[in-house]
């Protein structure tokens, strides 16, 4: 019997799965809420089965078919993409789906301009993108829901293989009535009186503080955060200091009022920039192509991301 649905309806079924909602699934693959919902209900006249149960106004939840057959249908929709890797791979060109993670810290300074410029030089080449913390990317990699990340070598699991790109070094971010805004660098001894707002994420929180913990000090934590952004306005209007390693490309706050970043004195241990892919896993040229715009994408900006001025 021929099969009556698509690789794109398993995609949507997928994202359904994935999401919980067809209004997050449309907004995942970009496409409109009534086309998920059809494509869904196209699946389970096909397939025979009801796939979720509907609960009003808090979206879908797979039933124990609907289960099943997500896990078979994210298995074929990894080798229907292993199948494009591979024809990419014998004709010699750039192309295919590539899933990209990315560290939500930095995210927004680093990713859409890199991928503008790789779909610049290679349009046939379809990139989705998923923002996350650490400890969620090495999950979407473990999932093979993402090909690789962008992020920083913070705690790696040994299933994971890590290719650094650049050393950043941490930065103090001081608004510029602090006190500490007009020195040149700024010691954790200096930092320790002042209340501080820190990045609450997973890894990340862990690192800040043992500037701190290293040198038998505790940080005044006075406000947390997971937001990046409103991390710096919080620095700008005065609530603390916070400590950042990947440089803005602009000192401005959300809210547009200016803050000051200057270096840490000692010896601290810089973050490491890289890619984070699956251990053993088979790159295709895509990847490696990736991989190496990304290297020199990432090197070329390096002054503006530590900080130089």
Known sequence: ??????????????????????????????????????????????????????????????????????DHAQMVLRQAAALHDLAGDLSGSVRGPLAIGCLSTFAQ?????????????HSDV???????????????????????????????????????????PPLVALSETHPLAHLPAVSVEELTPFPMVLLDLPHSAEYFLSFFTDAGLRANISERTRDMAMMRALVANGFGY?????????????????????????????????ILTSSGSDHTLLHKTFLSHAQNWVEARTDRLLGAR
């Open 109 to 121: 300074v680093l990713l859409p301009g890199l991928r503008r410029s790789f779909v610049e030089q």
């Open 242 to 274: 916070s400590i950042v390693n990947l440089r803005p490309f602009n000192d401005l706050a959300p809210d547009g009022k200016p803050l000051r970043l200057v270096p840490m004195t000692g010896d601290k241990r810089p973050m490491k920039l890289g």
């Open 126 to 168: 379809r990139i989705r993108q998923i923002e996350a913390d650490q400890s969620g990317l090495f999950g979407l990699l473990r999932q093979a829901k993402i090909d690789l990340a962008l992020t920083y070598d913070l705690d790696l699991p040994r299933d994971l293989t890590f290719v650094p790109i650049l050393e950043l």
């Open 1 to 70: 019997m021929p099969l009556r649905y698509t690789l794109r309806q398993l995609e949507y079924f997928v994202a359904v799965g994935e999401t919980g909602s067809i209004a997050a699934a449309a907004q995942q693959v970009n496409v409109s809420s009534p086309s998920i919902s059809a494509s869904v209900s196209h699946l389970e006249d096909e397939l025979g089965v009801k796939l979720f149960v509907r609960h009003h106004a808090q979206g879908l939840t797979p039933t124990l078919a609907g289960r099943k057959l997500l």
